[in-house]
């Protein structure tokens, strides 16, 4: 709203209504003014293009050093906020794994039933107690067999 009100009042001090704001990567806010246009001598000039020159204002300055201020803040901010985020997370650890262990189990029992119930396809036996293993006679891969 200040950046607004003072790219209004530049309009009607300099008597140019298409003065306007041009926003480059890292230089935001500069003021584009007609070329043949007056300014004052505390205009700090940026850059140029056919027919324009761009400007920062004292106060544009002034403001963006108060942006810098509170983006940098705002990054220290977000950064706390994450290292605490994934502190919570690891303090959890133990259950994330468990979580893991148990789905990826029950993605691969899911697969199984759901490529046994095609032709040509047997239920797979499981075993309780015994080390893992996969034991497959004549076994053709599903997507082998689609070709």
């Given at each position: 709203r200040e950046l607004d009100?003072?790219?209004?009042?530049?309009?009607r001090s300099l008597g140019c209504g298409t003065v306007s704001y041009y926003n480059a990567a890292k230089e935001k806010y500069q003021l584009e003014?007609?070329?043949?246009?007056?300014?004052?001598?505390?205009?700090?000039?940026?850059?140029?293009?056919?027919?324009?020159?761009?400007?920062?204002?004292?106060?544009?300055?002034?403001?963006?050093?108060?942006?810098?201020?509170?983006?940098?803040?705002?990054e220290e901010?977000?950064?706390?906020?994450m290292r605490k985020l994934f502190a919570m997370f690891n303090s959890h650890r133990g259950k994330w794994n468990d979580t893991v262990t148990c789905l990826s189990?029950?993605?691969s029992l899911l697969s199984l039933a759901l490529v046994s119930q095609g032709e040509c396809y047997t239920r797979p036996v499981l075993y309780e107690g015994l080390e893992?293993?996969?034991?497959?006679?004549?076994?053709?891969?599903p997507c082998i067999a689609r070709t």
């Amino acid at each position: 709203r200040e950046l607004d009100g003072h790219l209004n009042e530049v309009r009607r001090s300099l008597g140019c209504g298409t003065v306007s704001y041009y926003n480059a990567a890292k230089e935001k806010y500069q003021l584009e003014i007609p070329e043949h246009t007056p300014v004052p001598d505390d205009f700090d000039l940026r850059s140029r293009k056919k027919g324009f020159r761009r400007f920062w204002s004292p106060f544009v300055k002034g403001k963006l050093c108060e942006l810098l201020v509170a983006e940098k803040a705002l990054e220290e901010g977000e950064r706390d906020q994450m290292r605490k985020l994934f502190a919570m997370f690891n303090s959890h650890r133990g259950k994330w794994n468990d979580t893991v262990t148990c789905l990826s189990m029950l993605d691969s029992l899911l697969s199984l039933a759901l490529v046994s119930q095609g032709e040509c396809y047997t239920r797979p036996v499981l075993y309780e107690g015994l080390e893992p293993f996969v034991h497959v006679t004549k076994g053709i891969h599903p997507c082998i067999a689609r070709t």
